[in-house]
C-alpha cells in the first residue's frame, strides 16, 4: 500500500488560500503546532545568499529548519537568529565518522559546537545520514549508520552536549510495512528488522526522536491506481477502516502503521518527527500547483488542531519539504525532484499558502533579489526545424542545465517544437550567467530583449538571479564568471 521512494532528499508544510483567521483560530494554532519547520537544501546553481534565506524562514515564521549537511555559511547565517536547526550529516560521510570515534569527534567540535559557543546557532538535532535504508542503496550503508549514530552521540556527550543536541536518523517510509494493508499490521522490514530495533533502542535510550519522511505524492507517482483522493485531507474517497478505526488519508495511515510498529515491538511512546513532508509543483502530471498548495494546506489544517492521527494523536512535529527549489538536485527518481519548494529559486512564492504565522496568512517572499539582464536565448526565426543540429543541441543544453519543466503534463508541455527548444537554449543560457557564448548553438539560437514567456499558463521563461559566490561573499555581475570548458566545448560545437 505503501510505495518507497528512489530518492535522497525530501520534506513540508501549510493551511487554506483565502481563509480569514480570526485572532482565536490562529492563537489556537500557533499553540498546538509544535514549531513550523522547513528542509532547506543547496542543490542549486545559483543559490540565494544564506543571509537572504534565513530573513526568508524569519520573515515566515519557520521556528526550525532542517539542513542536509554543516554548510558553514549556512549554520553562520543562522547564528543569533533563534530558528532551532537540525545540522546534518550528508551519507557518503558515514563510513568516516561510524569508522572512528576522533573523526566523529572532530566533526562534532567544527559542525556543532563551534557554532553554539561561537555563532550562537541553536542547534538541536543532529541527522545521521538521509534515508540510508533505502532499498534503492542495496545495503551501502547498513553496517555503518548504526556505528555513526552510537559515536556522534558519545561525541556530543564527551563535548557536553548530550542533553541540548540529539542525534536521529531521517529515514524513508520503506523501512516499515503492514502485512495486513492497515496500519495495526505495521512492523519493520524483514530484512533490517534486528538493525532496526537496535537504532529504535539507541534513540530510545538517549532521549532522542525516531524521524520519518513521508510521501503521499510518491506513491500516486510510483503506482498508477492509487487513489488520487486518498493522498489529500480533504480527499472524498472511501476510509480504510482498520478494526473500526477509520482512516480518510495516506499520511495518518502511513505515521499509525510506523506508530504500531513501536509499539508492536516494545516502543510505544517514542517521540516521532515527519523529517520530511511535501508536493511537488512540476515535472510530472500530478506535481502541479493546484496540488501542492491543496495537499501542504490541507495538511497545515489537519495539524493545526493538534488532534494527530488515532494512534498519535497530540501534536506533530514536521518539516515541510522543502524551502525552495532546487536545480541542481539529480532527476534520477523524477523529473519533479528539482520542484519542491514552497518558493521558487529566487525566493517568491508559488501559491497561496496560510501557515498561520503572518499577518496577513499569506507567505512574504525574498527581498533583495537581484537578477542578471531581461535578456534570453530563443530558437532563430530562420532556424529549420528539421537542421540535423537542433536534437544534439537540446540535448546538450538539457543535459547541462534544467529542462524538467518540459514534457507531458508540466508547466510548459502546451510548448509547441520551437517554444521547446527555445525553452532548453534559454535555460542553458541562464544556468551560464548569460554570457554570450552560452547562446551559440550552431545557426540556431539568438538573444532576444523580448520575453519569450507565454501570456497563457504557467510556463515561464526564466531570468536568472546573479551568482553569489560564499568565499567572497559578494555578488558578480553580468556574466563575470567563464565557463572555461564548458565554452571551449560550444565553440567546437558551433564549427560542426
Not at 489537519?302 to 514536521?318: E, L, N, Q, V, Y
Not at 543535459?399 to 527548444?421: E, H, K
Not at 542553458?428 to 519569450?452: G, H, R
Amino acid at each position: 500500500m505503501f510505495k518507497a521512494a528512489d530518492r535522497e532528499n525530501m520534506g513540508w508544510v501549510s493551511v487554506k488560500d483565502g481563509l480569514n483567521i480570526r485572532f482565536l483560530c490562529l492563537f489556537a494554532m500557533l499553540c498546538s503546532v509544535s514549531g513550523i519547520g522547513v528542509n532547506w537544501g543547496t542543490q542549486s546553481s545559483h543559490p540565494l545568499p544564506p543571509d537572504t534565506l534565513v530573513k526568508l524562514l524569519r520573515e515566515n515564521g519557520f521556528q526550525r529548519v532542517k539542513l542536509f549537511d554543516a554548510d558553514y555559511g549556512t549554520l553562520k547565517a543562522l547564528g543569533k537568529s533563534g530558528i532551532e536547526v537540525m545540522v546534518g550529516i550528508p551519507n557518503d560521510m558515514l563510513a568516516s565518522v561510524g569508522g572512528s570515534m576522533k573523526a566523529a569527534e572532530k566533526w562534532v567540535a567544527k559542525n556543532v559546537s563551534a557554532h553554539i559557543t561561537s555563532n550562537n546557532v541553536n542547534i538541536r538535532y543532529v541527522a545521521v545520514g538521509n534515508e540510508p535504508f533505502l532499498e534503492t542503496y542495496n545495503g551501502s550503508y547498513l553496517g555503518i549508520t548504526y556505528p555513526a549514530l552510537r559515536n556522534i552521540q558519545s561525541a556530543l556527550v564527551k563535548a557536553g552536549l548530550g542533553s541540548q543536541v540529539k542525534v536521529t536518523v531521517p529515514l524513508n517510509a520503506d523501512v516499515y510495512s503492514t502485512s495486513s494493508g492497515s496500519p495495526s499490521g505495521g512492523d519493520f522490514r524483514t530484512d533490517i528488522h534486528d538493525l532496526m530495533l537496535t537504532i529504535v533502542n539507541f534513540l530510545s535510550v538517549s532521549g532522542s526522536p525516531f524521524t520519518v519522511n513521508i510521501y503521499p505524492f510518491i506513491s500516486l507517482y510510483s503506482d498508477p491506481n492509487f487513489p488520487v483522493e486518498y493522498a489529500f485531507f480533504d480527499g472524498n474517497g472511501s476510509p480504510l477502516n482498520d478494526g473500526g478505526t477509520l482512516y480518510y488519508n495516506m499520511f495518518d495511515a502511513n505515521l499509525d502503521t510506523l506508530a504500531h510498529a513501536l509499539q508492536k515491538n516494545g516502543f510505544a511512546n517514542l517521540p516521532i518527527i515527519v523529517g520530511e513532508i511535501g508536493w511537488p509543483t512540476d515535472g510530472d502530471r500530478n506535481a502541479n500547483i493546484e496540488y501542492a498548495r491543496r495537499f501542504n494546506q490541507g495538511f497545515m489544517s489537519h495539524i493545526s488542531g493538534g488532534r494527530g492521527t488515532p494512534m498519535r494523536p497530540g501534536p506533530i512535529d514536521a518539516y515541510l519539504f522543502s524551502l525552495i527549489d532546487e536545480d541542481a538536485k539529480s532527476i534520477a527518481p523524477g523529473n519533479f525532484e528539482r520542484h519542491w519548494g514552497i518558493f521558487t529559486f529566487d525566493g517568491q512564492p508559488k501559491y497561496p499558502l496560510n501557515l498561520g504565522t503572518t499577518n496577513t496568512g499569506a507567505l512574504i517572499p525574498a527581498k533583495d533579489v537581484h537578477y542578471l539582464e531581461k535578456k534570453w536565448c530563443v530558437m532563430k526565426p530562420s532556424a529549420r526545424l528539421d537542421d540535423p543540429q537542433v536534437e544534439l543541441s537540446v540535448s546538450y543544453a538539457c543535459g547541462l542545465a534544467d529542462c524538467t519543466s518540459l514534457g507531458y503534463g508540466t508547466s510548459c508541455g502546451n510548448l509547441d517544437d520551437r517554444g521547446n527548444i527555445s525553452y532548453a537554449f534559454n535555460s542553458y543560457f541562464q544556468k551560464n550567467n548569460q554570457l554570450e557564448v552560452a547562446c551559440k548553438f550552431p545557426n540556431l539560437s539568438m538573444i532576444t530583449k523580448m520575453d519569450p514567456t507565454p501570456t497563457v499558463g504557467n510556463c515561464k521563461f526564466q531570468i536568472m538571479i546573479q551568482p553569489y559566490y560564499e568565499s567572497t561573499g559578494s555578488r558578480f555581475g553580468f556574466g563575470q564568471k567563464p565557463l572555461g570548458l564548458i565554452s571551449v566545448i560550444l565553440i567546437l560545437l558551433a564549427v560542426l
